[in-house]
């Protein structure tokens, strides 16, 4: 049988939840420490999955960016860069996007109906694999497992949180909460409206709460719920 990887979904957001504005560029709402702390979580990681949303949008590079911390991967008998994964339905990507020119291997997973579309536009970019006719999470986590993923790293978007908590399958939540009000309705938010495990009043299992200069870095075990 094989094992699902440990989840960790890793957002950084305003104090009143959202994980951007609506302006073009993209919000910096973590600091320098904080990006720090994420860069270590991203080298303790097996795999960084994110949607194809985010990576249209915001266009990100997804490394491991310390030099030490890479050689102590390599030292561990791992590859420098944790393996990137994105999900895609509907097989809309661009090839141009920073995501496939930087880092180690890449892992497009899809559905049958737009696998060998995502491998005509992503040739020799990325291993290219369908999970199936639909694009369910227990059928992700299943290939990342079978692929020797143990500890997956999620960085977004809002949708892909939302479903990952709706259904249970998040082990650990890093949230970093910066002193910033956005208070855009029409803005990306962390979490969406949801039937999530326990209703309204299961209270989730605090791991961990510290301050990073002005951010806030708390740990939830989602899983570990009290009525």
Known sequence: MTTRPYVILSAAMSVDGY??????????LSNAADFDRVDQVRAESDAILIGANTMRRDNPR?????????????????????????????GDLSAD?????????????????AVEKVRATLDGLADVVSVGPDLGWG????????????RLMVEGGGTIHTQLMSQNLADEVHLA???????????????????YPGGSTARMKVLEVR?????????YAPKERTA
């Open 211 to 219: 301050a990073i200069d002005d951010v806030v870095f708390v740990r």
């Open 19 to 28: 994980l951007d504005d609506t302006s073009p560029e993209r919000l910096r």
């Open 139 to 150: 059928l992700v986590l299943d290939e990342l497992g079978r692929r020797g993923v143990e």
């Open 97 to 113: 996007l920073k995501f496939w020119h930087h880092g180690g291997e890449k892992l497009v997973l899809t559905v049958d109906s």
């Open 177 to 195: 909460i910066a002193p910033l009000l956005v208070g855009q309705p029409e803005a990306a938010r962390f979490l969406s409206a949801a039937d």
């Open 62 to 90: 997804l490394l491991v960016n310390s030099d030490d911390r890479r050689a102590k991967r390599v030292t561990a008998g791992k590859p420098e860069y944790p393996l990137k994964v994105t999900v895609t339905a509907s």
